[in-house]
């Protein structure tokens, strides 16, 4: 055995709770999971162990599906068999240094669970690495955050939450100081719980943050990704705070990105740089930005995945709205950073911070891949100045329903994803779209209760 496994073994055993945390995420990103006892782990270590299916046939409000072929009262909700990576291995600080796993659907029993979202990850990862690439991401969230508990906030349905602080105040020094308890522990806890932080900062809005992850393997910096937006809303209840990473909360203000960092990498060198490129941009870079944007319209809801995410993607609001790309422009759907060897990359703006991270790094690193392959040239020119303006290639699709229908129908989202994940996905996307259109909002009552 790896002696690095033995050695978290060991490690595990010798914790006086006798207790382990042990997760999986949805289909939405949402962590679920269990707390088991240290012998139970011990048991499961190599022959997995059973977790409900329901996990992946019902909604981020715990409503079944009634869609989908996967789950459902047709076949009795059984169990499918997790396993624990035990190279996921982490201690929560804030939860007296309990030991904490991540699972997926992926072993020598059951060959991948292909609607687990984890599964389809290492699946796309495993298909890069097969082509003689590695590939680095790095995601980053913004998100707002307020002085609110959850029975309070749910008695009030959510209306006119308290933010931790007031006014537009980007890059605040002052507003960061001001909750420096809540700002440093998610700083330490997350550098102690392995999901090591690059920056924060606040962002312009109310009670609004961002961070940027520190970048890694894509399976780990999803991973880290998923973590950090479960696990701050742990940190924050500390503090008496209530994250929202919805993309868009509040008509006044901007919406919350979760863009995706990215580069490609063999024999130790990134493969997106190029000495000789006047703009520092490799063939190899040009070809996975084209497979992006070839791609991307038929995949949309991999990165726009609920009704809000639609509301982020309007102009004006630092989401792009078009097929574009340029160098260091913040319109764009595609921002390319090309510098050094170090740190020549292509910035991925669609995604927003309500986003499935292992969905959508594996979304992108698959459409990136697909134009590696092919050899796709860069065909679509470079935006200059402002992309919500620049229609030339097209426009991306405006809510999820729309979306949804174009990936329903892609034969080449399931030459990516296969059929079962892409036929289960936006089954899944659908019912989102039909709980929505049977909800009577405020918008409504508030437009036509007494006047029409």
């Given at each position: 055995m790896n002696p690095n496994i033995d050695k978290i073994i060991e490690e595990v055993k010798a914790y006086p709770g006798k207790k382990v945390k042990v997760a999986i995420t949805d289909i939405d990103g949402v962590l679920r999971g269990k707390v088991i006892h240290v012998d139970k782990f011990l048991s499961v270590l190599e022959g997995g162990f059973?977790?409900?299916?329901?996990?992946?046939?019902?909604?981020?409000?715990?409503?079944?599906?009634?869609?989908?072929?996967?789950?459902?009262?047709?076949?009795?909700?059984?169990?499918?068999?997790?396993?624990?990576?035990?190279?996921?291995?982490?201690?929560?600080?804030?939860?007296?240094?309990?030991?904490?796993?991540?699972?997926?659907?992926?072993?020598?029993?059951?060959?991948?669970?292909?609607?687990?979202?984890?599964?389809?990850?290492?699946?796309?990862?495993?298909?890069?690495?097969?082509?003689?690439?590695k590939s680095s991401f790095a995601q980053e969230f913004e998100w707002f955050n307020f002085r609110e508990n959850s029975e309070d906030i749910n008695d009030q349905s959510f209306h006119r939450p308290e933010p931790i602080t007031r006014g537009m105040f980007g890059y605040s020094m002052l507003r960061s100081s001001q909750n420096k308890e809540f700002f440093n522990d998610l700083f330490d806890y997350m550098t102690q719980?392995?999901?090591?932080?690059?920056?924060?900062?606040?962002?312009?809005?109310?009670?609004?943050?961002?961070?940027?992850?520190?970048?890694?393997?894509?399976?780990?910096?999803?991973?880290?990704?998923?973590?950090?937006?479960?696990?701050?809303?742990?940190?924050?209840?500390?503090?008496?705070?209530?994250?929202?990473?919805?993309?868009?909360?509040?008509?006044?203000?901007?919406?919350?990105?979760?863009?995706?960092?990215?580069?490609?990498?063999?024999?130790?060198?990134?493969?997106?740089?190029?000495?000789?490129?006047?703009?520092?941009?490799?063939e190899t870079m040009k070809s996975y930005m084209a497979g992006i944007l070839h791609c991307l319209p038929q995949i949309l809801p991999m990165y726009a995945p609920t009704i809000n995410s639609f509301k982020r993607l309007v102009p004006g609001a630092w989401a792009p709205t078009t097929l574009t790309w340029a160098k260091d422009n913040r319109t764009v759907a595609l921002r390319a950073l090309p510098g050094s060897e170090k740190s020549t990359r292509m910035e991925l703006r669609v995604v927003g911070s309500d986003v499935n991270p292992y969905l959508a790094m594996a979304a992108s690193l698959a459409s990136g891949m697909y134009g590696v392959k092919n050899k796709l040239s860069l065909d679509v020119k470079e935006t200059i100045g402002n992309g919500y303006e620049d229609l030339s290639n097209g426009i991306l699709p405006e809510d999820l329903y729309k979306a949804t229908s174009i990936m329903k129908k892609s034969e080449l989202a399931f030459e990516l994803f296969g059929s079962d994940f892409v036929e289960h996905f936006t089954a899944t996307r659908e019912w989102e779209w039909k709980q929505y259109a049977n909800s009577i909002t405020d918008w409504e009552l508030k437009r036509y209760f007494e006047i029409i």
């Open positions: 059973g977790f409900c299916s329901v996990v992946f046939g019902w909604d981020s409000g715990d409503i079944c599906y009634d869609n989908t072929k996967f789950a459902g009262w047709h076949n009795g909700y059984p169990d499918s068999e997790a396993f624990i990576d035990l190279n996921t291995f982490r201690s929560v600080p804030w939860d007296s240094d309990m030991p904490f796993f991540l699972a997926d659907f992926q072993g020598p029993k059951e060959k991948g669970l292909s609607v687990c979202p984890r599964t389809l990850l290492r699946k796309v990862k495993k298909e890069c690495e097969d082509l003689g690439f719980f392995k999901v090591p932080i690059e920056g924060i900062h606040t962002e312009t809005g109310p009670g609004v943050y961002e961070a940027a992850i520190v970048y890694n393997d894509i399976l780990e910096s999803a991973d880290r990704a998923t973590l950090f937006k479960a696990c701050s809303k742990e940190i924050a209840h500390l503090h008496g705070i209530i994250p929202t990473f919805m993309a868009k909360w509040s008509d006044d203000y901007p919406g919350c990105g979760g863009h995706l960092h990215q580069s490609l990498w063999k024999d130790g060198k990134n493969v997106f740089f190029d000495e000789k490129a006047t703009d520092k941009m490799s």
